[in-house]
């Protein structure tokens, strides 16, 4: 199947974070094949824009005019976003139109980081030309409230500015909230969106120590892509919206910015497709192995694998149920994410100490199997159910109480009432346990 074209329009920003390289690693990100139309040069870092080259105007158009003149590149859907001068909007308005290209406007006017991206004598072009034919336009707070020419402190006055700016000619407005006193203090980051009638599109908000650098062009780039895939516009910006929360929140600091991390979704995904498989083939190692059922306690066993930074139980994939042993063989369930909070509660506490021990596996305690990992040269640790705190949990308190001196390879207890002894050995993948466990199995007499 053709992926999708998209378009973006705009300025070049030298650290990477904003502008057409965000539209690009955006477009990417989501799924479809990203073109563009540099209309200036900017030299910025995390300090702010140090100067401007806007690109001559009849430069602009030769772009525009390669791109179309190409049916293997026709665009389908386009985003403008630094437009710098009234002569570069003249050649975009007149391009889109001609061409009939449903767009995204992104009035940018200036920089997070400090300078200006749009010349004085260029906003009325922009309001007479690139906004009234336009699909959807996707102001901040400032830009809503230059546009509009009202003050906008509080959600009410939001709303009142979409829909003057929607008068004006936009088929739609996403007025973006993160500027928005009362939702900020209410702890929401909260858009809304105004076609004739108003939703709101609201998530958490994230809060960074540092000013957030190319948050808003990803956010229209994104629109721009889930709209050129077929979404409809509530879908499409909630859509953009979550993927830029995300890529706020693992976000890089660079310098004295936070930098959005357009990949997180993919690698996000890949993480978890490779923990789901490299879990999957430590089962089939278990099958394979001699000797193994012999250490499945009577709980059962379960082995596990956190995705990198996992945050929570969801984050750990394991057997759905456990692992027994039975006449016929093995019997383990299918692995899946979430579906162990024990294993998950182990890997998590170790973690905490080293994020690289991602996975865990119980087996039965016995003596010989300790001094067979001592043996090795695995680390070994204990803790002592007795001294556990009333209002602990055992797994989380009982890694924590035996890492304190040192991250260990192994961890086991001596039960308790009703609690039977257990060994818990720790890698840094599924697979690396289980080739521990192998190692262990041909120590032992």
């Known amino acids: 199947m053709r992926a999708r074209r998209v378009l973006t329009i705009g300025g070049s920003d030298s650290s990477g974070g904003a502008g057409i390289q ?14 563009s139309v540099l209309t200036a040069l900017t030299a910025q870092n995390s300090s702010g824009v140090q100067a401007v080259y806007e690109v001559p105007a009849n430069m ?6 390669s791109l179309m003149s190409d049916p293997g590149l026709a665009v389908d859907y386009a985003k403008t976003g630094m437009v710098y001068s009234s002569a570069v909007i003249e050649v975009v308005a007149k391009a889109l139109r001609r061409y009939t290209i449903p767009f995204v406007l992104d009035p940018v006017m200036k920089a997070g980081s400090g300078g200006v991206l ?16 336009c699909a959807v336009i996707t102001p901040n707070v400032p830009e809503a409230s230059f546009i509009s020419g009202m003050e906008i402190r509080d959600k009410g006055a939001a709303k009142e500015a979409a829909r003057r700016i929607h008068e004006l000619g936009a088929s739609a407005v996403i007025l973006k909230g993160g500027h928005l006193e009362d939702e900020l203090a209410a702890g929401k980051a909260t858009d809304l969106l105004y076609d004739g009638t108003f939703e709101e599109l609201s998530l958490p908000a994230v809060t960074r120590a540092k000013l957030v650098h190319g948050a808003g062009c990803s956010f229209s780039a994104a629109l721009a892509a889930e709209l050129a895939n077929g979404k409809p516009l509530r879908a499409a910006a909630f859509s953009a919206k979550t993927f830029v929360h995300e890529a706020i929140a693992r976000g890089d600091e660079v310098s004295a910015m936070v930098v959005v991390n357009h990949a997180r979704g993919l690698r996000r995904d890949a993480d978890r497709y490779q923990t789901l498989e490299n879990v999957k083939e430590a089962v089939r ?4 192995l001699e000797g193994f059922a012999n250490l499945i306690p009577e709980v059962g066993t379960n082995i596990g694998m956190a995705v990198g930074g996992a945050e929570s139980e969801q984050d750990v994939a394991a057997v759905d149920g456990r692992i027994v042993a039975t006449k016929e063989g093995l019997n383990a369930g299918c692995v899946e994410f979430g579906v162990s909070s024990h294993v998950a509660r182990l890997i998590l506490a170790l973690m ?5 021990r ?3 596996m119980n087996v039965k305690y016995s003596p010989e199997i300790v001094d067979a990992c001592t043996t090795l040269g695995l680390s070994v640790s204990s803790f002592e159910r007795a001294k556990e705190p009333a ?19 192994v961890i086991f207890d001596l039960g308790a009432l009703g609690k039977e002894p257990m060994i818990r050995i720790f890698g840094n993948t599924a697979v690396d346990v289980v080739l521990k466990l192998r190692m262990i199995l041909e120590s032992l007499p």
């Open 60 to 65: 602009v158009d030769a772009q525009l005019v």
């Open 352 to 356: 905490d100490r080293d994020k690289e």
């Open 22 to 35: 965000a539209d690009i690693k955006t477009f990417s990100a989501l799924g479809v094949y990203g073109t």
């Open 358 to 360: 991602r996975s865990a």
């Open 391 to 409: 209002a602990a949990r055992t797994m989380e308190w009982g890694v924590r109480e035996a890492s304190k001196e040192f991250v260990p390879d």
């Open 118 to 133: 749009l010349e004085d004598t260029a906003t009325k072009a922009l309001i007479e030309q690139l906004l009234p034919i």
């Open 285 to 288: 190692m278990l099958r394979k």
